[in-house]
């Protein structure tokens, strides 16, 4: 009954050593092909073309025009005359002293800075994602692998149970608690092999490919508590987490706005220096040829805009405190998120432990009670339940083995210190299926 789920196991890619992919490779594809990266490196582009047209508005500006026409002028009672004009003219302004500008690039670098920080965010994401979704695929795959070899193990039982009922050894009820057991385990495979292929796309998701055989886990490792007090740990995610480093950059830009709009109310100096050259005057008639050079320092006093200023002053204030409001929220998002990633991969070292022993004793019950099978002094009913146990405690076992590996990622994603070296220390922990 077990060889269909075998089969689709299989076309799952979990029975091809030939193609087998490792955590490393993964991460390869993913950095080649993860949207979200991409547009954070796309995002911090756009943050370095606005800090350059800010700064172009305090240097020099050059605007030249040139224009040719035919004039054709009548007089009255004096006949007319048919020429040829042009028109010339260059000019050159130059910000002497403009504080709008001068905070307007002062906040576009801050938010060129935030960029820069939210794409190492990005790629800090993408590390711990890589992580979480390739043992989501083996936990999945694993679960899958368990059920089907307790199907198996259900299926030997049963068989047993039918030659002892057809010899009056047992009772009715022992085999249908049986074929009970046996269908219960088919529907679970069934939800395992779900979760398997949603497992599979989530991390098709971040590498655009579909991933064949993953390197499992290797048997033998060791599974450390992170050393030091929770609340060292959390003044370290504090202090150099690039979420929260973003999100003090957001709230530097949003003032620098404030004090950029603000200076909207003060004069503007600048210096002109302009060049004019035309051989037409007045009124489209016929002149002599005119030059006119000029040096100006020009002085714009903003007296009243119509209460625009003052509200674009409100608007940016208030910009300043939704900042300040988002930035709070991240600082207690961290906080839990350190907290919850310390203690949780705490736990689960802990948790390894006991569960091997768990484990060990689920062996040793299940290989007692069919010997006890055997002798008549046990049930069928007390076999099933322990080997239901045992292989529980296998879920169980592997389960914990990869929550461990995850928490310990986000830990260090939360206080800052993911890295692809993080990728190469997991990668060795995994087995590397002999290639056919």
Same mark, same amino acid.
């Given at each position: +009954?077990?060889? *269909?789920? %075998? ?9 091809? *050593? /030939? ?10 594809? #993913? ?8 547009? !954070? ?6 943050? =370095? ?8 508005? +305090? ?11 035919? &004039? ?66 083996? /936990?999945? !795959? ?51 092999? =779900? ?19 993953? =390197? ?29 480093? #973003? ?15 603000? /200076?909207?109310? %003060? ?14 005057? $007045? ?10 050079? #000029? ?6 006093? *903003? ?23 988002? =930035? ?13 990633? $310390? ?16 484990? /060990? ?71 590397? *299926?002999?290639? &056919?």
């Amino acid at each position: +009954m077990a060889k *269909p789920a %075998l089969c689709l196991l299989a076309a799952l890619g979990f029975a091809c *050593p /030939a193609a087998a992919e490792n955590l490393l490779e993964i991460y390869h594809q #993913a950095l080649l092909a993860d949207p979200e990266l991409k547009g !954070a490196a796309d995002k911090l582009d756009l943050g =370095s073309a606005q800090t350059g047209q800010a700064m172009g508005q +305090m240097l020099p500006q050059v605007t030249g025009t040139a224009n040719w026409s035919a &004039n054709d002028q009548q007089i009255v009672n004096f006949g007319g005359q048919h020429y040829k004009g042009t028109r010339y003219y260059v000019s050159l302004n130059q910000t002497l002293i403009d504080f709008g500008k001068f905070w307007d690039w002062k906040r576009a670098q801050r938010i060129e800075d935030q960029y820069t920080t939210e794409l190492l965010v990005a790629q800090h994401n993408l590390l711990f994602n890589v992580v979480e979704r390739y043992f989501d695929v083996l /936990a999945a !795959a694993d679960q899958l692998n368990l059920t089907l070899a307790e199907i198996d193990a259900t299926q030997n039982e049963l068989e047993q149970v039918k030659k002892q009922f057809d010899k009056q050894l047992i009772k009715i009820t022992d085999l249908y608690e049986t074929e009970a057991r046996l269908d219960q385990l088919k529907a679970e495979a069934i939800a395992a092999e =779900s979760q398997l292929i949603i497992a599979r796309q989530a991390l098709t998701q971040l590498t655009g490919q579909t991933p064949q055989q993953l =390197s499992p886990l290797q048997d033998e490792i060791d599974f450390p508590e992170i050393e030091g007090k929770l609340e060292d740990w959390i003044a370290v995610a504090q202090g150099q987490n690039p979420g929260m480093a #973003a999100q003090k950059l957001a709230i530097e830009a949003a003032s620098d706005n404030v004090v950029a709009q603000r /200076a909207k109310h %003060l004069p503007v100096v600048d210096l002109q220096l302009y060049f004019y050259d035309t051989d037409i005057g $007045f009124q489209s008639s016929r002149t002599s040829h005119t030059q006119t050079q #000029a040096a100006a320092i020009n002085v714009n006093v *903003p007296i009243f805009t119509g209460g625009t200023t003052m509200y674009r002053v409100d608007e940016a204030q208030s910009r300043l405190e939704i900042a300040k409001d988002e =930035s709070e929220i991240k600082l207690r998002e961290l906080v839990k998120e350190t907290s919850d990633a $310390f203690s949780a991969s705490n736990a689960d070292a802990r948790r390894i432990k006991a569960s091997e022993k768990a484990l /060990a004793s689920a062996v040793k019950s299940r290989e007692a009670m069919q010997k006890g099978l055997k002798f008549g002094v046990e049930t069928v009913a007390d076999l099933l339940r322990a080997q239901q146990q045992e292989y529980k405690a296998k879920r169980d076992l592997a389960g914990t083995k990869y929550n461990y590996i995850t928490n310990r990622i986000r830990f260090l994603k939360a206080i800052g210190s993911i890295s692809e070296d993080n990728i190469q220390e997991v990668n060795q922990w995994l087995t590397v *299926p002999l290639k &056919n």
